[in-house]
């Protein structure tokens, strides 16, 4: 069934050419820049990778503030009531050339082969939304305490949701054998 109307172009998307997303508050930690930087080469690491392994271990107890906007404290009402969050927040320093890159090295790890933005967490996306669960320490009026927060200093939040870990799947789930390798790296590197 063809439900493309005479002004639509196959493969448009009808009415969603742009829209705005406002942030609802700002990160504040001591990350001034990322590790992962997009440009016309792909996805580079800022320093060796031991280094950035350290630093994303670092960075799972270090403490971050989300500062959300005081016209939006109400909605953070009952959050206490949750240990963790599901915080999207915007790549705010991915350039234009990271936003056009289509293929990179996951991490940007040469010795992984080349795959598609989609499949990967990269910062670099067409649109630069990101996301992560994070562990909620404590509220003070319109700031969260958070740790496990891999935004940088100053990144715009635009949502925040309670983490309900029942309402992920639990079976049947597959994950690249690349990805596995990446996070068991990592966890190793936490155990030394």
């Known amino acids: 069934m063809n439900t493309n109307t005479e002004n639509d172009m196959p493969g448009d998307l009808p009415e969603y050419r742009e829209f705005v997303i406002r942030p609802v508050g700002i990160v504040r930690n001591s990350v001034e820049k990322p590790f992962l930087i997009a ?19 670092s960075r799972r107890d270090e403490i971050s503030e989300i500062i959300v906007d005081e016209k939006y404290e109400e909605l953070l009402e009952g959050v206490e009531d949750y240990s963790h969050l599901v915080v999207l927040f915007w790549g705010h320093e991915v350039t234009n ?4 890159l289509k293929k990179i090295h996951p991490m940007g790890r040469k010795d992984y082969p080349e795959k598609g933005i989609f499949c990967t ?21 319109n700031i969260l305490e958070v740790s496990g927060f891999d935004a940088i200093d100053k990144s715009p939040v635009i949502d925040i949701k309670p983490f309900v870990q029942d309402s992920l799947p639990k079976d049947g789930v597959k ?3 690349w990805m596995e390798e990446l996070h068991k790296e990592i966890d190793e590197k936490r155990k030394s």
């Not at 967490?121 to 009026?141: D, E, F, I, M, Q």
């Open 39 to 57: 440009n016309k080469n792909g996805l580079e690491m800022q320093g060796g990778n031991d280094e950035n392994v350290s630093q994303i271990r």
């Open 97 to 100: 050339e990271g936003r056009n």
């Open 121 to 141: 967490c990269s910062p670099a996306r067409p649109n630069p939304v990101l996301v992560t669960v994070v562990k909620l320490h404590a509220r003070k009026g």
């Open 175 to 177: 994950t690249a054998w």
